[in-house]
């Protein structure tokens, strides 16, 4: 998502929780002008206010959050933002989704222990890092090279170890290790790619925003069953377009 597009990345009717969200963090951090932020303490703030806007409901996601630090998936010029409700800049004219995108993305997905998940669009690799708390596996492509060398390190060194970052085009996904319990992708196609719909396990669940990059966007809910799709429309978003392949689609 494209940082000068931070005004309007969230969905419809987001806006007063970002803006209490930028007020805890502010304030947590400018109480302790001589010493670290409290990031935990921040972090907690967030969770607290994503549930209490009616947001973050699962108590898995819930505990996942809790734990994930945003912090240190964002630069360290923007920490002091970490847990706002807002994207942030990781580079390349990339930012990290706000954490409600993240919080309803993941409920969306309804993910399991045992399950094995394709993520389309690593970025800073915060997404990802949630998902591992909640399910086996998560396979997540990226297909700007330094944004995912730099999410395979990271992730590495925070000890994730049930992550696997692979640079390459989102698009045709990652057919060795299908197909998967679950999909989720952070960048928008025009239209949801088949290679992506044949990846998926039957009973499986895709969450996907899809729309033109200049037009109207939707966060879209997709379950397989019988060999097609259900969907269900959830919230007008914005996202970066998809690149690779579904432009040239």
Not at 116 to 123: A, D, F, K, M, S
């Amino acid at each position: 998502m494209s940082w000068r597009r931070v005004g309007i990345s969230l969905a419809v009717g987001l806006g007063l929780v970002g803006g209490l969200l930028v007020l805890v963090s502010c304030i947590t951090a400018d109480e302790q002008p001589n010493s670290s932020p409290d990031y935990q303490q921040m972090r907690l703030s967030m969770v607290h206010a994503l549930q209490g806007a009616g947001i973050l409901r699962s108590e898995p996601v819930i505990a996942a959050m809790q734990v994930t630090p945003r912090h240190l998936f964002v630069p360290e010029e923007v920490r002091p933002l970490a847990y706002a409700d807002i994207p942030l800049p990781i580079g390349e004219d990339q930012t990290i989704s706000a954490p409600s995108i993240v919080a309803k993305m993941t409920e969306l997905l309804q993910p399991d222990r045992d399950d094995v998940v394709l993520e389309v669009g690593t970025g800073s690799g915060y997404q990802a890092a949630v998902l591992a708390k909640l399910v086996e596996h998560v396979y997540t492509i990226e297909i700007l090279a330094p944004l995912a060398n730099s999410a395979r390190q990271r992730l590495a060194t925070l000890g994730y170890q049930n992550i696997t970052v692979k640079c390459g085009d989102g698009y045709r996904g990652w057919p060795q290790h299908a197909p998967f319990d679950g999909i989720i992708v952070t960048c928008a196609p025009e239209e949801i790619p088949q290679p992506l719909v044949q990846q998926l396990k039957e009973g499986g669940c895709m969450v996907i925003p899809v729309g033109p990059e200049s037009g109207t966007q939707y966060l879209y809910l997709l379950k397989k069953k019988g060999g097609g799709l259900q969907q269900t429309l959830v919230w007008p978003v914005r996202f970066v377009p998809m690149t690779g392949q579904a432009q040239e689609q």
